[in-house]
């Protein structure tokens, strides 16, 4: 039974590892910070693009619609559809070889960001999608009627009351995302599960890995209250019909 | 204020034809009252007029501009005409000063100082300064549709569009809706007013329109229109509504 314990439990096994592991998870929050902004820009632009042109009359408004919403489409569907993993090894794998200069010279971490942000900007362009198709057509309506253009409807009306209500899948892909940092440990990223995996390697005891899994509590579990919170004063709102119209 | 045409208007959803050569001719300050069944294409037509909805044929003029040209500048025209709609359509998001400054500010450049004190003045107008601060749910119906006026009418419309605005509403919260439209009309503004409001048409209207399967049957001065109506088609519709 100790043996037990003491495989998960082992205190001096993991201490001389605890300031590896530190400096392991905030690698891991730094990675899971830049690739949100980057999936959170990159969603943004490819939900946007996802419904350009729809109401274009002349010709080239059209085509550029079409080509567009042609592309975002291909990427979400393609980047939903392939691993996260194989992404990341696929990138880590070519672009050192690449005779492109600024991405021959991308480090590992910076990769794992990219890679990571442009996994996720997929599901989240998805999310915002959710959210700008579930925006009354009314509310474009009115605003185009007040001779707001197609951009300004978007950027003014139905932008913000979309992306308020899906503040909470939002949340929930940060967390997913945050969880998924520990794939990048594949491509000898020092993150914390890479740390304490190599630690365990040497000491054969899985104390290490605990820890990690204690840093990664510590950090999502908060988040996950707050998603609970967000999700309860959204429930409290529509309740009272603050965010819809009659 | 200015004129507002519409010549050969169609339009079709797929097999579904809507608008089969609708022409409108609206003088300068008139007040013209569509009225008709459900489904005959009132919205349709109006939406038309502002080009909310692109007609498949026929054309449409602002003044002398016409808005259904290739090249038209679409947005800069329909700021010049107004739209009020069934269901309000106020920004939730956004408090009802705000709701009627966003667009001068957001279209015309105005400065804000100056579009929220014009935005205070417009809310006076229909009875709702005290209600600036709040955000549009709080409102009754009938104020919503008030701040929506408002809204309209702070892009300075040379015209404005009325669908069915008082058909979502309460009645008692009908009068002071249509008495805003009314003072609008008196202040000689362009209307096109959908409405179910027969008295509001025979009392406000200079003319009468009734519509049915996508064309005007019969069209005149709102007491010949309503009172002794020529068509056939005009008779049934009136019978059964009043
Ligand atoms: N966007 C659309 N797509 C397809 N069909 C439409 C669309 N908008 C309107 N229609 C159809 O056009 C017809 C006329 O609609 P419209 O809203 O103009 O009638 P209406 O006279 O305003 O009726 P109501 O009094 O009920 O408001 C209806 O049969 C409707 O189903
Ligand atoms: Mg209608």
Redesign the pocket.
């Known amino acids: 039974m100790d043996e037990v314990i003491r495989q998960y439990f082992d205190w001096d096994a993991a201490r001389p590892y605890l300031p590896d592991l530190a400096r392991g998870f905030w690698v891991t929050i730094q990675i899971a910070i830049l690739a949100e902004i980057l999936c959170l820009v990159l969603g943004m632009l490819l939900a946007v693009s996802r419904q350009a042109g729809r109401g274009a009359r002349s010709r080239a408004g059209r085509i550029g619609g079409a080509l567009l919403r042609g592309f975002s489409v291909a990427y979400i569907n393609f980047f939903r559809a392939v691993p996260a993993l194989l992404v990341l090894l696929l990138m880590a794998g070519s672009f050192p070889f690449l005779p492109i200069p600024i991405v021959s010279d991308l480090t590992t971490f910076q990769i794992a960001f990219l890679g990571l942000g442009f996994v996720y900007a997929a599901y989240i362009a998805e999310v915002y999608r959710a959210g700008i198709e579930s925006v009354d057509r009314g509310q474009t309506e009115a605003a185009r009627s007040l001779g707001m253009g197609g951009g300004q409807a978007m950027r003014l009306i139905v932008l913000p009351q979309a992306v308020r209500r899906v503040l909470p899948p939002l949340m929930n892909d940060f967390i997913a995302l945050t969880k998924d940092v520990a794939l990048v440990s594949v491509l000898a990223v020092p993150d914390v599960v890479s740390v304490a995996r190599d630690a365990q390697s040497i000491t054969f005891n899985s104390s290490t890995l605990v820890v990690a899994a204690l840093f990664y509590l510590a950090f999502t579990l908060p988040l996950i209250w707050l998603l609970d919170r967000v999700i309860a004063r959204e429930k409290r709102r529509a309740g009272r019909g603050d965010i819809v119209t009659p | 204020m200015t004129t507002i045409r519409a010549t050969g208007l169609v339009k079709r ?2 097999d ?1 034809s ?1 608008l089969n050569g609708v022409d409108l001719d609206v003088a300068e300050g008139e007040v013209v009252c569509v009225i ?12 038309c007029l502002n080009l909310l ?1 692109i007609p498949t044929s026929g054309r449409v003029f602002i003044g002398d501009d016409e808005i259904t040209a290739d090249d038209a500048p679409v947005d800069a025209l329909r700021r010049r005409v107004g739209m009020v709609f ?1 269901s309000f359509n106020l920004f939730p998001h956004r408090t009802v000063l705000d709701n009627v400054a966003l667009a001068p500010i957001a279209v015309l450049g105005v400065d804000k100082a100056a579009a929220h004190d014009r935005a205070r003045a417009l809310l006076g107008r229909v009875g709702l300064e005290d209600r600036a601060g709040e955000h549009p749910a709080r409102l009754s119906g009938g104020q919503q549709q008030r701040v929506a006026i408002a809204r309209a009418l702070a892009m300075e419309p040379e015209a404005m569009l009325f ?2 605005v008082t058909s979502a509403l309460d009645p008692e919260l009908v009068k002071d809706v249509l008495g805003v439209m009314r003072s609008l009309a008196e202040g000689g503004m362009t209307m096109v007013v ?1 409405t ?1 409001e027969m008295g509001f048409a025979r009392e406000v209207g200079d003319r009468v329109v009734f ?1 049915d399967g ?1 064309v005007i049957v019969e069209q005149g001065d709102p007491a010949q229109v309503l009172e002794a109506p020529r068509a056939e088609r005009t008779k049934r519709f009136l019978s059964r509504v009043l």
């Open positions: 959803f797929g579904n809507v008709g069944p459900s489904g005959s294409g009132k919205s349709t037509l109006l939406r909805e069934q669908d069915e959908v179910h519509m996508g």
